[in-house]
């Protein structure tokens, strides 16, 4: 257990080391089992939605950008791959997948 | 310019962002939020160490310094020890593309200006969610692994709203470009224009940074420390510097989208840009204790069933705007 010491530890410095010092901090009482295990994440399914969102802004950058000089048939176009995604987001709410499960 | 120029330059202003820029407003801030919060509840703050307790951060520092590093038995080396490199290099990154004002003759002072410098900082600020992940993970410590997942919801959530703030700005400015963002503004500052995208962004960085009400990341009365429970000494203060670092990089491009940037009357760019930032890093410090903590399905729900609606149809109403304008 000598993993403690800084690199720039003089050589005299003796590490003040009891085993209690290098258990995992749980509160004070002696630490059970490995954090480890097995784990229920429970959101998974707004990472899955979150991905989809994710990819959309990408897209929409580039569109941001130039949409000045273009005519109307920008803002149209948009509204439709927005309207699929908005669908999309409902999809999901009507789903059940934006709830903490 | 020969290659090794360019990357003696590209250290050297590292070097100049990370010790001018980051670090001393990180320090400067972790004082600030202790007077503000002592203000805030009719306290006094630190006081003793230098005139009123200014120099309290310095000593901190130097006995955060001198402490030993610990890492747990159990815990993952590796991850352990690199997690705490990973967050305060993210918000450092940050600041890469933040014009602080003019040098001479209007040149902006920017480190980099890049022709995608808000793609940019999207994604750099987002990086940090890596190095709290591999600290909870690499932790092996119940709440710190509990804390990392719970930053990984809440940024990846967050992250969204947030991003199509910055598409709306974008979309006005018709650049990627902070600078040309910041030149855009001369007339209107787009809070002006932009009010909810603003309200938006700002919402969104306070979740990005951790901060109260969004602090179940480190929600210290359930989750001890949260991410960090299990760091020691200098490592502790690097996750420290990597918070506060984060934070005034969010404000500072709050600052630079929607305020303006440098711009101001009278007094010089680089004093305005300041006085806007500690406004802004006033407002996040007024907030952590004006409003309790949120629950954490109520995070969730808030951002996708308030949030991310606002900020699409809050897009297309400016979109047909900008459309109807130009027409």
Not at chain 1, 33 to 56: C, I, M, P, T
Not at chain 2, 200 to 223: H, Q
Request: with cysteine.
């Amino acid at each position: 257990m000598w993993r403690s010491s800084p690199s720039w530890e003089p050589a005299w410095w003796r590490c003040r080391c009891w085993s209690q010092k290098f258990e995992t901090y749980e509160s004070g009482v002696p630490t059970i089992g490995q954090a480890w295990s097995q784990f229920n994440v429970r959101y998974y399914l707004f990472s899955l939605v979150f991905v989809v969102f994710d990819v959309e802004i990408i897209y929409l950058y580039p569109w941001a950008v130039i949409y000045r000089n273009q005519g109307p048939a920008a803002f149209y176009d948009a509204l439709i791959f927005l309207g699929i995604l908005a669908l999309g987001l409902l999809y999901a709410w009507r789903k059940g997948a934006l709830e903490w499960v | 310019m020969p290659w090794y120029l360019e990357l003696l330059r590209a250290i050297a202003g590292t070097i100049l962002i990370f010790s001018g820029v980051a670090v001393v407003a990180a320090m400067f801030g972790v004082l600030l939020e202790r007077k503000i919060s002592a203000w805030i509840q009719s306290r006094l703050g630190p006081k003793h160490v230098g005139p009123q307790g200014l120099l309290q951060t310095i000593a901190d520092t130097l006995k955060l310094l001198q402490k030993e590093h610990i890492v747990p038995r159990n815990a993952d080396p590796t991850i352990f020890a690199s997690a705490v490199l990973v967050v305060p290099l993210a918000a450092l990154l940050d600041y890469v593309v933040i014009p602080f004002g003019t040098a001479g003759g209007g040149r902006p002072l920017i480190f980099r200006d890049l022709n995608i410098g808000v793609l940019f900082f999207a994604a750099t600020s987002a990086l940090v969610v890596v190095g709290i992940l591999m600290a909870g993970w690499g932790s092996n410590n119940k709440y710190a692994l509990l804390g990392g997942l719970r930053s990984a919801s809440q940024m990846v959530s967050y992250e969204i709203p947030m991003g199509l703030a910055l598409i709306t700005v974008a979309m006005l400015a018709g650049s990627l470009s902070t600078v040309k963002i910041v030149d855009a503004q001369a007339h209107w500052w787009y809070v002006v224009e932009q009010p909810v995208a603003f309200v938006i962004f700002l919402i969104a960085a306070t979740a990005e940074v951790n901060r109260v009400p969004f602090d179940l990341v480190e929600a210290e009365s359930e989750l001890v420390a949260g991410y960090f429970s299990e760091y020691t000494g200098m490592r502790f203060a690097l996750f420290q510097l990597g918070e506060y670092g984060e934070m005034f990089a969010m404000a500072a491009m709050a600052v630079t989208l929607f305020l303006g940037g440098w711009r101001g009357p009278v007094l010089p760019p680089v004093l305005w840009f300041v006085i806007k930032l500690y406004a802004l890093i006033f407002v996040f410090m007024w907030v952590r204790w004006t409003l309790p903590r949120f629950r954490i399905d109520q995070l969730l729900g808030f951002s996708w069933k308030v949030l991310i609606p606002v900020a699409l149809a809050n897009l297309v109403v400016t979109a047909y705007v900008v459309m109807i304008v130009q027409r």
